[in-house]
């Protein structure tokens, strides 16, 4: 069993960052492949960000060079880095492991 807790999100400007945290407990973080997926009312959930258990990681084509998912295994966290923020970020963004255990979720809301 997994739990995991997000963190850090908020209302920014375009073009601001924002930091997301995810906190797991449990079980050992580096056995999991850790990801950070987002959600809004008119999508599905997509997958945006996953940090394999080598430390491989893997972004949304919409992502990539702006966001940065990282870990430290030591103190159980995941965190995705964002910058460049446009509207379009604007959701609700989950941690899982593994796609088994999720989080309840932080909003990042992205305007003017």
């Known amino acids: 069993q997994v739990q995991l807790v997000e963190s850090g999100g908020g209302l920014v400007q375009p073009g601001g960052s924002l930091r997301l945290s995810c906190a797991a407990s449990g079980s050992f973080l580096s056995a999991y492949v850790m990801s950070w997926y987002r959600q809004t009312p008119e999508k599905e959930r997509e997958l945006v960000a996953q940090?394999?258990?080598?430390?491989?990681?893997n972004y949304a084509d919409s992502v990539k060079g702006r966001f940065t998912i990282s870990r430290d295994i030591a103190k159980r966290m995941v965190y995705l880095q964002m910058n460049s923020l446009k509207p379009e970020d604007t959701a609700v963004y989950y941690c899982?492991?593994?796609?088994?255990?999720w989080g309840q979720g932080t909003q990042v809301t992205v305007s003017s």
């Open positions: 899982s492991a593994s796609g088994t255990f």
């Open positions: 940090i394999n258990t080598r430390g491989a990681t």
